[in-house]
């Protein structure tokens, strides 16, 4: 079983950067593809970015690609998401999700995922 608790969220001006964090407890962490998706209010829950267990295959939303940028620290397990450029359109809680394993294809599928963290507020102000 693996717990998921996200952190770094808050209040920032558009164009500027934000970095969550996503830490895991359980020795299995660098097993699990790891994924991050965003809700914004009314909407469904969207895909953001996912990454690899090792961190050598990562895959991007296109409304994100050039400004987000996802990793994983396997021996802290912990999952990043480096936010640049922001926009108000990225206001959202974000949540971190895990899986055991799924095909790169299936990276964005959302019920693919087995782990959920309770999600960070990110807001951007215009």
């Known amino acids: 079983q693996v717990q998921l608790v996200e952190s770094g969220g808050g209040l920032v001006q558009a164009g500027g950067s934000l970095r969550v964090s996503c830490a895991a407890s359980?020795?299995?962490?660098?097993?699990?593809?790891m994924g991050w998706f965003r809700q914004a209010p009314g909407k469904e829950r969207e895909f953001v970015a996912a990454i690899s267990w090792s961190g050598g295959r990562t895959v991007s939303a296109d409304s994100v690609k050039g400004r987000f940028t996802i990793s994983r620290d396997n021996a802290k397990n912990t999952v990043y998401l480096q936010m640049n450029s922001l926009k108000p359109e990225d206001t959202a809680v974000y949540y971190c999700?895990?899986?055991?394993?799924?095909?790169?294809?299936?990276?964005?599928?959302?019920?693919?995922?087995?782990?959920w963290g309770q999600g960070t507020q990110v807001t951007v102000s215009s």
């Open positions: 999700a895990a899986v055991k394993s799924i095909s790169d294809a299936e990276f964005q599928n959302a019920y693919k995922y087995e782990h």
């Open positions: 359980g020795r299995t962490f660098s097993t699990y593809v």
